[in-house]
C-alpha cells in the first residue's frame, strides 16, 4: 500500500494530513508513504521529520502520488491539484461535498474513489475517525482565546486592592463538540456562562459543565434531534420565538460565541443587526459558523469587524489557527480509519462497501457515485 500526503494549497489551509507520528505507524501498517516537501511546514513539521520518520520526501504533488493506492488532504483537492490523480486511486479529506456538490459526480468521472471523512457516521466504533468532533473540540477552545484576546476587560472576577472587577458573561449558541469546548474554556478563565441549543439532550451536559441552560420551549427540544444526534432546522414559530428571546438575553452578554450547525443546510441565522446593537461597546462576538452562511447577520468571512463598538470574529479555518494540535488529532484520526480497513497480513486497505462507516464516507467508488446524498436523479 503505498500512501501519498500533499501539501495543502487553499489560501489559510496550514493544516496537513499526515504527521510524522502517523507515517511512523503507516510504516508499521507495512504501507509506504510519499509526502510532499513543505507539506507539513504551517504546522510545524519539517521535511527532516518527515524523513526521519520513514517518509519518501517528494519535489511535487505529481511525484508524490506516482503509484499511490491512497492520497491524504486536509481540504478537497482542486480541479487542477486532481490533473496528477490517477485512475482507482482513493483521495480522503474533509472533502465539504455539500458545499460543492459539482466536485462529487466529477470524482465519479477521473474514476477517483472520495472517502469524506467530514460524513463519518456518529457511531461509536468510529469515534477515534471522528473529524468533525476533533476539529471542533479546537474550534470551540480557539473561539473563546479568541474572544478574551479581542476582549479589553478579564474575564474571571477579581478581587483586588483597587477593587473589584466583575466575571465577563459569556453566552454560547449551539452546544454541540464546539460549544461544549467554549462553554468548559471559558469557564476555565472564570467567565459566568450560559448557553443554549434546539438539542434536548444538551441541557444536561451544559449543566454538568456549570454553565447555565437557557431555552425558549423544552417541550419543542424534544422533537428536534435526528437519530444521527444532529439538530434538526426548526419551525418558523420556534424561530420567532427563539429571537425574541435570544434578543433579551444577548443584550446583557460580554461575549457570545455562536457555533449552531444542520447538516447540509446552511447555518441557522440566530443573531440580527439589531442583536448586535443592542450589546454593550467593548462586547465580542465569534460566529463559529460563519463558513457554513453565519448565524450571525453582520459576521464577515474571514474578517474582524467593529459595529457600534461591538467586535464580531468571523476568522476562517479556525481549527487550522491551532495547526499542529488540528493536524495531529486530523492525522491520527485518518490513521484510525485507514488502520480498521487495513488487512493485517495483507497490508492492503479494503474499503468494505458494506461496512457502515464506508457506505458514511464514500462519495463516489469504480467510476460512480455512491452516497445517497448525491446519486444523480432518475431521468
Ligand atoms: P453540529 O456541529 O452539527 O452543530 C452544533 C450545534 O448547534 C448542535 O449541538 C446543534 O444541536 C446546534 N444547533 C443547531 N441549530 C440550532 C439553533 N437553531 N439554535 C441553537 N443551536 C442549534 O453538531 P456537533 O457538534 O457535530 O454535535 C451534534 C451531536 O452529535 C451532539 O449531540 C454530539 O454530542 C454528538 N456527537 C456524537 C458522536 C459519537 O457518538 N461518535 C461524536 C460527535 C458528536
Same mark, same amino acid.
Request: aromatic share 6%; proline share 4%; net charge negative.
Given at each position: 500500500?503505498?500512501?501519498?500526503?500533499?501539501?495543502?494549497?487553499?489560501?489559510?489551509?496550514?493544516?496537513? +494530513?499526515?504527521?510524522?507520528?502517523?507515517?511512523?505507524?503507516?510504516?508499521?501498517?507495512?504501507? =509506504?508513504?510519499?509526502?510532499?516537501?513543505?507539506?507539513?511546514?504551517?504546522?510545524?513539521?519539517?521535511?527532516?521529520?518527515?524523513?526521519?520518520?520513514?517518509? /519518501?520526501?517528494?519535489? #511535487?504533488?505529481?511525484?508524490?502520488?506516482?503509484? !499511490?493506492?491512497?492520497?491524504?488532504?486536509?481540504?478537497?483537492?482542486?480541479?487542477?491539484?486532481?490533473?496528477?490523480?490517477?485512475?482507482?486511486?482513493?483521495?480522503?479529506?474533509?472533502? #465539504?461535498?455539500?458545499?460543492?456538490? &459539482?466536485?462529487?459526480?466529477?470524482?465519479?468521472?477521473?474514476?477517483?474513489?472520495?472517502?469524506?471523512? &467530514?460524513?463519518?457516521?456518529?457511531?461509536?466504533?468510529?469515534? =477515534?475517525?471522528?473529524?468533525?468532533? %476533533?476539529? %471542533?473540540?479546537?474550534?470551540?477552545? /480557539?473561539?473563546?482565546?479568541?474572544?478574551? !484576546?479581542?476582549?479589553?476587560?478579564?474575564?474571571?472576577?477579581?478581587?483586588?486592592?483597587?477593587?473589584?472587577?466583575?466575571?465577563?458573561?459569556?453566552?454560547?449558541?449551539?452546544?454541540?463538540?464546539?460549544?461544549?469546548? !467554549?462553554?468548559?474554556?471559558?469557564?476555565?478563565?472564570?467567565?459566568?456562562?450560559?448557553?443554549?441549543?434546539?438539542?434536548?439532550? +444538551? /441541557?444536561?451536559?451544559?449543566?454538568?459543565?456549570?454553565?447555565?441552560?437557557?431555552?425558549?420551549?423544552?417541550?419543542?427540544?424534544?422533537?428536534?434531534?435526528?437519530?444521527?444526534?444532529?439538530? /434538526?432546522?426548526? =419551525?418558523?414559530?420556534?424561530?420567532?420565538?427563539?429571537?425574541?428571546?435570544?434578543?433579551?438575553?444577548?443584550?446583557?452578554?460580554?461575549?457570545?460565541?455562536?457555533?449552531?450547525?444542520?447538516?447540509?443546510?446552511?447555518?441557522?441565522?440566530?443573531?440580527?443587526?439589531?442583536?448586535?446593537? #443592542?450589546?454593550?461597546?467593548? %462586547?465580542?462576538?465569534? &460566529?463559529?459558523?460563519?463558513?457554513?452562511?453565519?448565524?450571525?447577520?453582520?459576521?464577515?468571512?474571514?474578517?474582524?469587524?467593529?459595529?457600534?463598538?461591538?467586535?464580531?470574529?468571523?476568522?476562517?479555518?479556525?481549527?487550522?489557527?491551532?495547526? +499542529?494540535?488540528?493536524?495531529?488529532?486530523?492525522?491520527?484520526?485518518?490513521?484510525?480509519?485507514?488502520?480498521?480497513?487495513? @488487512?493485517?497480513?495483507?497490508?492492503?486497505?479494503?474499503?468494505?462497501?458494506?461496512?457502515?462507516?464506508?457506505?458514511?464516507? =464514500?462519495?463516489?467508488? @469504480?467510476?460512480?457515485?455512491?452516497?445517497?446524498?448525491?446519486?444523480?436523479?432518475?431521468?
Amino acid at each position: 500500500m503505498k500512501i501519498a500526503v500533499l501539501k495543502e494549497t487553499r489560501p489559510g489551509e496550514t493544516r496537513v +494530513a499526515a504527521t510524522p507520528e502517523t507515517v511512523k505507524k503507516y510504516l508499521g501498517l507495512g504501507a =509506504s508513504v510519499s509526502v510532499q516537501t513543505g507539506a507539513g511546514e504551517a504546522a510545524r513539521f519539517s521535511d527532516a521529520d518527515y524523513a526521519d520518520a520513514g517518509a /519518501k520526501i517528494c519535489p #511535487s504533488a505529481a511525484d508524490a502520488v506516482q503509484e !499511490a493506492d491512497i492520497i491524504l488532504k486536509v481540504q478537497a483537492p482542486s480541479s487542477e491539484e486532481m490533473r496528477v490523480f490517477a485512475r482507482g486511486v482513493k483521495l480522503i479529506g474533509i472533502l #465539504s461535498a455539500y458545499n460543492a456538490p &459539482d466536485t462529487v459526480p466529477a470524482y465519479a468521472r477521473m474514476g477517483v474513489d472520495a472517502m469524506a471523512m &467530514d460524513f463519518m457516521p456518529r457511531i461509536t466504533r468510529a469515534q =477515534s475517525m471522528d473529524v468533525l468532533s %476533533s476539529q %471542533s473540540n479546537l474550534a470551540g477552545y /480557539k473561539a473563546v482565546i479568541d474572544a478574551a !484576546a479581542y476582549y479589553g476587560r478579564a474575564l474571571p472576577m477579581m478581587m483586588t486592592a483597587a477593587g473589584t472587577i466583575a466575571a465577563a458573561k459569556v453566552f454560547v449558541m449551539g452546544a454541540g463538540v464546539a460549544g461544549l469546548q !467554549a462553554i468548559a474554556t471559558a469557564r476555565r478563565l472564570g467567565a459566568v456562562v450560559s448557553a443554549t441549543d434546539v438539542r434536548f439532550a +444538551a /441541557k444536561e451536559q451544559v449543566n454538568s459543565l456549570g454553565a447555565t441552560f437557557v431555552t425558549v420551549d423544552e417541550e419543542a427540544m424534544k422533537e428536534a434531534e435526528t437519530e444521527g444526534g444532529y439538530a /434538526k432546522e426548526m =419551525s418558523d414559530d420556534f424561530k420567532k420565538r427563539q429571537a425574541e428571546f435570544v434578543a433579551g438575553h444577548i443584550a446583557k452578554q460580554d461575549i457570545v460565541i455562536t457555533t449552531a450547525l444542520i447538516p447540509g443546510r446552511p447555518a441557522p441565522r440566530l443573531v440580527d443587526a439589531d442583536m448586535v446593537r #443592542s450589546m454593550k461597546a467593548g %462586547s465580542v462576538m465569534v &460566529d463559529l459558523a460563519v463558513e457554513a452562511g453565519g448565524n450571525v447577520e453582520l459576521a464577515r468571512l474571514g474578517e474582524a469587524i467593529e459595529t457600534n463598538g461591538v467586535t464580531i470574529l468571523g476568522f476562517a479555518n479556525v481549527p487550522g489557527r491551532l495547526a +499542529a494540535d488540528a493536524s495531529s488529532l486530523y492525522a491520527r484520526n485518518i490513521y484510525n480509519f485507514i488502520a480498521a480497513f487495513t @488487512d493485517k497480513e495483507s497490508g492492503n486497505f479494503f474499503a468494505d462497501p458494506e461496512d457502515d462507516i464506508i457506505k458514511g464516507v =464514500s462519495l463516489t467508488r @469504480d467510476g460512480k457515485v455512491v452516497h445517497a446524498a448525491f446519486e444523480p436523479e432518475e431521468a
